[in-house]
């Protein structure tokens, strides 16, 4: 699963636009598609032609709750719009989050979290990002692997960009999240000086990481948002529309090395994790590797992975001390191991790993990597 924001501070640059028909374009090319909107202005919406009446959760309800876990599920927020796009819509509400959350420890984490939780494993998850560098933009890069950023033609499409790049590294350096950045020209008019110019100095700025494809000005895009429908539903022939589809088949051409880059990610994280070992994280003792988990009240405790067919067999059960510490010593070779504890017979991923992947049966696996 892609998860990728679409950021820009700026607006008026294409955000919502490139959101939206992005969307639609994988969906073309037979890829599912999640939109979440972490805009308060509830444009995807609008744009994808959602009746306000037919919205009964929003984002915000995903996001605001009290307690270290959530009480709304992301499903339970999710509108089908077609086949393959699904839309986790917001509203002005949304704008009340960065008060509500306040001083709460993690709260840039809760769109991921959220995202993390869903039992259906979509192919793209794109987040329709706010303009302004705030909490729910810092959510939004937190929760991504790649940023899109959209930028217009015009002088001023190049202004403000430092503050959400420094938002970007800081996120990558303070919580060890590397992010992909790539640019997007947007309302591209190759008839003028102006666009030229900027074409050009967006290439010098971001060099590779710039999209061959551009989007150009086009009137048909501005038409099929008021008549809440992608552009290739509105008009298929129109320059936007194979534009879009353009950009869509460049995404679609990264697929397996982007899938390399985030295995590689995973694994340096896990590294990272390795060397500042916390009490009960996994670790390499003699005979194997030893995981713990403290869980004062179980009953019982044991693990399954791919190691073991994923059989919760009784040579897998966990030693409990005194202080309601459970742990069990493992032996397994060299390779990237899924597992799960299942603490009284409840199966879960392990609290003391944070390295997970998308289970296909739904929800997640911990990952482990032996060297």
């Not at 037919?54 to 959530?70: Q, S």
């Not at 509108?79 to 917001?90: F, G, K, Q, V, Y």
């Not at 003391?352 to 911990?366: A, D, L, M, T």
């Amino acid at each position: 699963m892609r998860i990728i924001a679409v950021a820009n501070q700026k607006g008026g640059c294409g955000k919502t636009t490139s959101v939206i028909n992005l969307g639609a374009s994988l969906a073309h090319y037979n890829r599912s598609v999640l939109i979440i909107d972490m805009d308060p202005q509830g444009h995807s919406a609008i744009g994808l032609g959602v009746k306000t009446e037919d919205i009964k959760k929003t984002i915000y309800d995903n996001l605001n709750y009290d307690g270290p876990h959530p009480t709304i599920p992301l499903e339970d927020t999710i509108i089908p719009i077609s086949e393959r796009i699904s839309l986790a819509p917001s509203n002005i509400n949304l704008s009340a989050l960065e008060q509500r959350l306040s001083g709460v420890d993690k709260r840039e984490e809760r769109l991921s979290n959220a995202i993390f939780d869903m039992k259906r494993e979509y192919d793209y998850v794109l987040i329709d990002c706010p303009p302004s560098v705030g909490l729910l933009t810092f959510n939004a890069l937190r929760a991504c692997r790649e940023v899109i950023i959209p930028i217009d033609s015009s002088y001023f499409g190049l202004h403000g960009l430092g503050k959400l790049l420094e938002t970007i590294i800081l996120i990558s350096e303070r919580l060890k999240h590397n992010v992909r950045i790539k640019a997007l020209s947007t309302l591209v008019d190759k008839r003028t000086k102006v666009s030229l110019d900027v074409l050009r100095e967006i290439r010098k700025i971001f060099k590779e990481n710039t999209f061959h494809s551009e989007i150009g000005l086009n009137t048909k895009l501005k038409e099929a948002v008021g008549c809440g429908l992608p552009v290739l539903e509105y008009d298929p022939n129109s320059v936007g529309a194979h534009d879009y589809l353009n950009l869509a088949q460049e995404i679609i051409s990264e697929e397996k090395n982007i899938e390399v880059q985030q295995l590689m990610q995973a694994i340096k994280s896990l590294n990272d994790k390795n060397r500042e070992q916390e009490v009960f994280s996994p670790r390499y003792v003699d005979g194997g590797v030893l995981f713990s988990v403290k869980a004062t009240t179980a009953k019982s405790v044991r693990i399954a992975g791919d190691f073991n067919n994923w059989t919760p067999e009784p040579a897998c059960d966990f030693g409990r001390d005194e202080n309601g510490v459970w742990s069990k010593v493992i032996h397994l070779n060299p390779g990237l191991y899924q597992y799960k504890l299942i603490i009284d017979d409840k199966w879960t991923t392990d609290p003391n790993n944070p390295i997970k992947v998308q289970s296909p049966f739904g929800g997640s696996n911990s990952v482990l990597v032996v060297r």
